[in-house]
């Protein structure tokens, strides 16, 4: 589809500074209606000044969709990840990464209500989003047109992209200019929602500096955490997080909090240098204090009530199944099969966890479940009516069969 | 090999009441010569005293052996499972496991030396050791006759093994029995060398109770740890740690050195419900404090040095490896097969890691090395002399196309 | 549970002498009730003899159970496991490994309707059959007795059962004496159903023998076979294949069919070693008629239906399916995990599959689907409205990226 | 690097039609000095006349080489990956990925030793080669220009390429025009080395069209194929075969040796539809005589030699390491992982193997080893010195451990 074709454009609208360019540049360059959709995905910003100002910028007020998708968002992508205790490289609770194909799905979703031809984002061509929210919209309907300003235009400097908005009559808050007007060195890049929020560049370029205290927005230093632990106890249904000491929750209540939890006692703070999908390494810093405890909780009550095969073999799974949320195939057949495989042994994963919180460490100090597979008969010294330890002799015996056939010929190397 | 063909064994002994019972039970039932074999692997506790003991059990001055291992079992079996970043069902740094076939190698040599035709272990007949035990003695010798006691006399309870001692003048320590001489319920059992101690039984049979403070013997409380935190600098080299602050150090004395500084600082406890080899679950906790650094030390420096792929295959090929230790495979030909492939990784994973620890916490904050492939030119905004960001787009056309033409075929579900 | 305490046990009865004389050794030495369960698993031999013979036993005829199993054996099991494309070992089909858990849950549901509380089986204790038969008998009922005669009994060599069988009245058949009632060297050890028959043992003990013409009983030698190719057409819907020639069918009556037409041509011979779960080597025959010309075409659909990454999981998986199969561990929860991930593939795995039989040779002619994900358009040469040649350079550009990278830093070996 | 930058081009030339084209437009197009690379890989055909036919387009003799290739091709590229066993998508035996890194690596040799700042290639923007073609040669030389014409110019059809020929005095044969000098249909578009020769476009673009018998070059029908069947031993050493029928060979030699058997006797004709790098699927038949010869040789003596869970982690592995040879990871650190965990495999691959060819099929009738693990005094009746069948039931028992634990919970699901 060329430029000229494009009639109606949804774009992912923050209200922010560069995707108000993005909106502007959008109706001059292409001439096209714009739809503006502004998430709330428990970024902790407000949404709704992001209607006056597409408004302040042309855009009709039914062109303005403005959604609060923390529940949906918490259910039906936080949790089945967490299903999957992934992590990516061994660090990255993936709280940007599991965002964007929901923002995918809701511009297509408008799109297709709207009879839009186009979706625009304002990721770069630097960075996984780009890749994230092109390949989800591509997914859940072909023959989209994605336009991606920043591969596209040439404002790629700070003060191209000022200049572009002064001429244009964009507001341009105090953290982007100095008090003469000059571009400010930008503040870290950061994203954020229900899940995290995430830290890039300045100072972080170099992976050999640490981060300064004052970049942390969402989590106390665990120097300034409290000093006595506070205890909960997480219960567990079919996998997923149900109540908070016993008081039940929706997903996305639950997980703010124990964001407010993990926050007050410094727990979830990452810095890895990371591999992104283009290509390159990028050192980036994460806050997830819900997820932080989540995975240890889930973990946890897995440990009493998985199989262990089933156990390793979700483990053995895991890594893949990361690498495809970070590299944006959330929607592909093989992630749904994973999916699958991860949630046929998650109905007796069932139970209480209980946690103690203390200045970043999430200890598990205890686990129960009616669907328990541990049973202290089978593994205590001193009490075998149920277990015969010479039945251990033969189990050794054949598992050790072909290292005695191969240790018996002398030819062998 | 029955009972009677059995001339001369070798024993793991520790000097503790069960190994000396089994001494005493061999000469015994077996009518064999009994060589005794005690390693230091940094257990912390002295190794001589083994000696006076077993020759006050009659067993010859030349028959006993004493061997510091320490060096060995770092070099030649920590640091390459640290390559491999292994953990066990998410937590367990693999500390008595890992030590196992070593002491097999050790039981092997010795009975090779000696012309022995037995070796003997006080493994329990419901846990991984006499698995770990005997596969590995059976891997280096296919004919060795393998005695587990546990397995096959009838001592198997507090009572009847204090008995047995008394009527065989073994020594009774205060911690077996009370003032009174009856048998007191055992310590938990423990395990240590110089990569952890571990604690089972007790109060720990129920996985709902909270560990007692007065367990851990290797580690300081979180809560009691120096209020200030302290940095350190790891050196690697190959993918193993060379020096501390610069200092260079032998395996074991760095792996000393960093359990000095966990310990202080609270690092490295951990606390969980796993699942063994033989079948069942059982609750462990474990004090891995320099093993704990090491392995944030290692991701973090790989992190910078290592191909996305070769990390993201190392991190799947990982949990076998892990479960290849944990269930008593370390000379298996499939663990070999994965070492070799972990070990083509490392050449360049060298540099320097910046490490600060508080209280329980083990953060990285800074990672260099001259074999780097981070490279900021590639991942930061405005700076585009080396990517083009228009590469981006035919990028994620081709890894979409799949689902182009998927969504054009209006037939499929 | 000690011998005493078995009152009744479902016994697997092929009618045969090995299971007649395990008959009247339960009678005997258990003291217990037996029950007999033959199954029609269409191994082509009748399963009423086995009735009378059951009943000349002392079996009294409501304890007689014969059932015909073969559709619920080849749509529960059989296609399963094909849609996995599950080979063990590069060769093997599976045949004997994919009854033996329906043969383990007819005789827990017998058992469980009779309120026996043991069961039986002929199998040896060198073998594969055992272990499938317990373990999937203990998973579907973990306080069954199972009784291995084989692994019990003294009766270990042809001489001690013929003599059991004599003294106990057991009819002996031409094969098993010669005309003077001595033992003849046993035929082929075989098992069959309506997916294979296995040959083990005699000539084929020296693998480095080739088997001998006569011992192939379900294929013509493709020598034999007729000189003109013969075509068909397989139809498949969600992975299963419904009808041969356009002509639906039941599952059985299909592989029935495919079974007759790959007999005709020489379809489906192997001859390999391979590795039993209890540790040793054995040398294996087999004749898979239908079944090596359903993996053919099974690939041959998914070729054109599946997705690229969908179908390289399902590979990169499937050793470990068809290893957890030839394990015994049908009824596991991995096995359970790994079928969820296969059959949310399947859905749209549909359409024909020609295939052209002839001496021995199975090759797919054609396939077609209304799910096809193939398109000309995009693969051939000279047509660009869909696909953009200038993609390829962003997409290789990025692909490279990381080895641009690590080739720039003269540091790295 | 800009066009006009470039001095100095090393081109992958054929000598046909294609690549003179790209010689003679490189030289307009980029103004730049071209060095041609004409590989014998054992593809057929006299590559002497592309010297005549370089120099005829003004190429300076000392600038056009000619290399053999075929030793190193067979014994550094091939024969590794015959060691993994190694098939792209249960069928694909790689012949033409195998070859295009040993190719990039040669332009690179040649560019580096001319200094030469360039590469170009015959590949189409819509195929795998280019994509091998370019990492390979940006995996070994990061800062080289890779020039595709393919992609660059307008020269996309066939009338096109044939109108630019003869503008330019380009030689145009026989099968590119018909009598009238109009362009004919293009013959399928082929791909010939040592290992195999491949088919695609024309009518296979239709993947429900049977090929037709004209097309395969290189192997007899099957039903054209010898009456008789033949019998060849081969023997390995450390997992490569060195010998035919006892005669030692190069690898070159023994694989050409092979082909001439296959050929005769139908081996190795493969028809599929696979799925392509770059997104979509493609019908491609393949004629791989010898190496389908090798592929079940190989799995044969590894049947004997090989220990089962190294076998089994080897195909585990297979798919993966066949995919990054297919996409062109060849010289990628994690292709060099899997290669050194299969090498690890190989030191005990030795012996011999008996195989029968007839009429398109392959079967292995022998295999013998002096490093032989088969040992029938194991796994066959009636001999139990080695083996205790009693210790089945223990082995039996501790794995169906965890289903009698979960089974015996009566609230699990």
């Known amino acids: ?52 100002k597409a408004i302040a910028c042309g855009i009709k007020p039914e062109n303005v969709y403005i959604l609060d998708i923390k529940e949906e968002f918490v259910k039906d992508y ?14 990255y609770l993936l709280g940007t990464s599991i965002a964007r194909p929901l923002i995918a799905k809701k511009l297509i979703d408008i799109a297709n209500e709207t009879g839009a031809d186009a979706v625009s984002h304002g990721a770069t061509g630097k960075g996984n989003d780009q890749v994230r929210f092109e390949i989800g919209a591509l997914a859940l309907r072909p023959d989209i047109k994605v336009i ?18 002064r001429k244009n009559g964009i507001e341009i808050s105090q953290k982007h200019v100095d008090e003469n007007g000059n571009p400010k060195v930008s ?46 106890t997480l219960t567990y249904k079919n996998g997923d997080p149900v109540a908070i000491d016993g008081v039940e ?14 926050n007050k006692h410094g727990i979830g703070r990452v810095d890895i240098v990371e591999n992104r999908y283009v290509g390159m390494k990028a050192r980036g810093c994460y806050e997830t204090p ?36 970070y590299q944006g195939y959330w929607f592909s057949p093989e992630r749904k099969m994973l999916q699958a495989a991860i949630d046929a042994t998650q109905k007796n994963v069932e139970g209480t966890v209980k ?11 205890g686990r129960d479940s009616k669907m328990s597979l541990y049973n202290d008969a089978y593994s205590t010294f001193e009490k075998d009516e149920v277990y015969n330890q010479k039945d251990a002799e033969g189990f050794i015996r054949l598992n050790a069969l072909r290292f005695i056939i191969a240790g018996s010929n002398p030819n062998r190397k």
Not at 298 to 308: G, K, N, P, T, V
Not at 355 to 364: A, E, H, R
């Open 1 to 52: 589809m060329s430029k000229k074709d494009v009639k109606k454009v949804v774009l992912a609208y923050s209200g922010g500074l560069d995707t108000s360019i993005i909106l502007k540049w959008l109706q001059d360059e292409y001439k096209a209606e714009v739809i503006t959709f502004t998430a709330d995905l428990g970024q902790g910003e407000e949404v709704e000044p992001a209607r006056v």
């Open 78 to 91: 936080v949790f089945p990840m967490f299903r999957a205790n992934a992590i990516y490289e061994g660090e």
């Open 148 to 165: 991606a300003p920043w591969r596209e235009w040439d404002l790629n400097s700070r003060e191209s992209l000022l200049e572009y908005a």
């Open 187 to 232: 503040p870290y890049s950061m994203d954020a929602n229900l899940l995290h929020i995430s830290y890039e560049g300045l100072h972080l370029e170099n992976p050999n500096n640490e981060p300064e205290d004052s970049m942390w927005l969402w989590t106390t230093a665990p120097e300034k955490a409290p000093d006595a632990p506070e205890y909960l």
């Open 249 to 262: 929750m929706s997903p996305a209540t639950l997980l703010a909090k124990l964001n407010e939890l993990g």
């Open 290 to 325: 819900g997820g932080t405890i989540m995975l240890k909780a889930h973990r946890a009550i897995e440990s009493i009530c998985l199989d262990r095969e089933a156990a390793h073999l979700k483990d053995e799974l895991m890594p893949r199944y990361a690498k495809l949320i």
């Open 355 to 365: 946690i103690k919180l203390y200045k970043g460490n999430v200890t598990v100090v």
